[in-house]
């Protein structure tokens, strides 16, 4: 067969993987306790909704430009100057079919062959696949609990080199809900402000989602002396729960803005145009609901925190913002299963708990850590509070009982 030899070097999404083994088992009548989705369970909401209809019924159904329209160019202009203390003029603003892609396409357009890319682990593995697809090299500073998942200064000084074009943040984080106070970005910007030639790419999607009263602060308004060298990337999949309209958009220099335009213009084209009206409802309309859900998320972090501190064996952080838990389960390794399988990795647990007990995680792997898995808490609380439940139960089972328990568990 003909392939690129990208192949060999790029994997596809784990999260990805999941998704579809999920929808098999339950096509298969498996009832599951989903715990796997990046995806708020809430609704888009109403005005967003009804702006999408009015632009079905103006016929505003044609293609749109290929960075975006001017009216939500002007909308996201509003958004990152009212919200951020960021101010782009058009021309350094750029919209697209959702932030990944508009990910993909800036580390396209920073990134030479060889070039690198730092970034904190666990991190979201598609910052990871696209400097594999760009054909660069991913440098991972390990984080963890007890460092609250983020990245330090001095970790980011050792580790730019003659290589490093781009470093990565994301903030809240996608997959362990950690938030960079103002301080620390700060701190990071020191260490990038004496390394000009590396370009920063802050990922900023879960911005409205932040717990325990936190602000969000984002590095190219902490530090304006990195705003020519930040592209600051946002969207509408998480706050807005508009994960299927698929809109992102970015603000940062002209020369990324315009690769980014043209990278478009020869392979996705422009956003959709219903979902282009929908975004500028979203954007310039009302915005109480935000802190209502981002209220909500706590309340099932609490709950979460609440039923995996019963589970022997997990240590878990507190997350700070985001939808995510990313419990450890060292204290798990080298136990076994009822079947007598030795869990050996959070993939050995997160199949454990697949198997066994019908609850969906995703193992660490994915995020470049081990033994960690992800748990999001975007789900009703009944569900949360059965599936935490079980998984306490789980992990029970295999350290006190060795496993006996199971069947009876289940059925509980
Ligand atoms: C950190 C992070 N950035 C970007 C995205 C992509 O968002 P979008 O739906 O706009 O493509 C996700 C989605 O899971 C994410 O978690």
Redesign the pocket.
């Known amino acids: 067969m003909i392939t690129s030899d990208i192949l060999d070097r790029f994997h596809a999404s784990p999260i990805s993987g999941i998704f579809a083994t999920v929808q098999r088992l339950r096509r298969d009548g498996r009832e599951l306790l989903d715990f796997s989705l990046?995806?708020p369970d809430f609704d888009t909401p109403l005005h967003v909704r009804q702006a999408a209809k009015a632009a079905i019924d103006r016929g505003e159904t044609r293609y749109t430009p290929t960075d975006g329209g001017m009216d939500l160019k002007e909308s996201v202009r509003r958004k990152f100057r009212g919200e951020n203390g960021l101010d782009y003029p058009l021309t350094q603003i750029v919209a697209g079919m959702?932030?990944?892609?508009?990910?993909a396409a800036a580390v396209q357009a920073i990134l030479s062959p060889g070039d690198e890319a730092i970034l904190a682990t666990p991190c979201?593995p598609?910052?990871v696949g696209m400097v594999e697809l760009a054909r660069g090299r991913a440098v991972k500073l390990a984080t963890g609990i007890d460092t609250g998942f983020k990245m330090t200064a001095e970790q980011l000084n050792r580790a730019v080199g003659p290589r490093t074009r781009l470093v990565i943040l994301?903030s809240p984080?996608?997959p362990t809900g950690a938030v960079y106070d103002e301080a620390e970005l700060r701190a990071l910007a020191q260490v990038l402000l004496a390394h000009p030639r590396v370009a920063i790419l802050s990922?900023d999607?879960?911005e409205h989602i932040l717990f325990d009263g936190r602000r969000f602060h984002t590095i190219a308004a902490v530090e304006p002396r990195l705003f020519d060298r930040t592209l600051t990337?946002n969207?509408?999949?998480?706050a807005y729960a508009m994960?299927g309209w698929?809109?992102?958009f970015a603000g940062g220099p002209p020369e990324w803005v315009d690769a980014i335009r043209q990278i478009y213009s020869q392979s996705s084209g422009g956003l959709c145009s219903i979902s282009q009206a929908a975004a500028i409802a979203a954007l310039d309309g009302p915005k109480e609901f935000l802190a209502d859900r981002s209220a909500r998320y706590q309340i099932r972090r609490d709950l979460a925190l609440q039923g995996l501190a019963a589970a022997p064996g997990l240590r878990t952080a507190r997350p700070e913002g985001?939808f995510y838990l990313m419990p450890e389960c060292a204290g798990l390794i080298g136990t076994r299963r009822p079947n007598g399988e030795t869990i050996g990795s959070s993939s050995d647990f997160a199949c454990y708990l697949l198997e066994d007990w019908n609850v969906v995680v995703v193992p660490g792997p994915g995020f470049e850590c081990d033994p960690y898995f992800r748990l999001s808490i975007a789900t009703s609380e009944a569900t949360l509070t059965r599936g935490m439940r079980l998984i306490a139960k789980a992990c029970a089972a295999l350290i006190e009982k060795g496993g006996e328990a199971w069947p009876s568990a289940v059925a509980a």
């Not at 969207?235 to 998480?238: I, N, R």
């Open positions: 990046g995806e959702g932030a990944k892609p508009l990910l979201w598609s910052h994301c984080a996608n990922d999607l879960y990337v969207g509408l999949s998480k994960t698929r809109i992102g985001a």
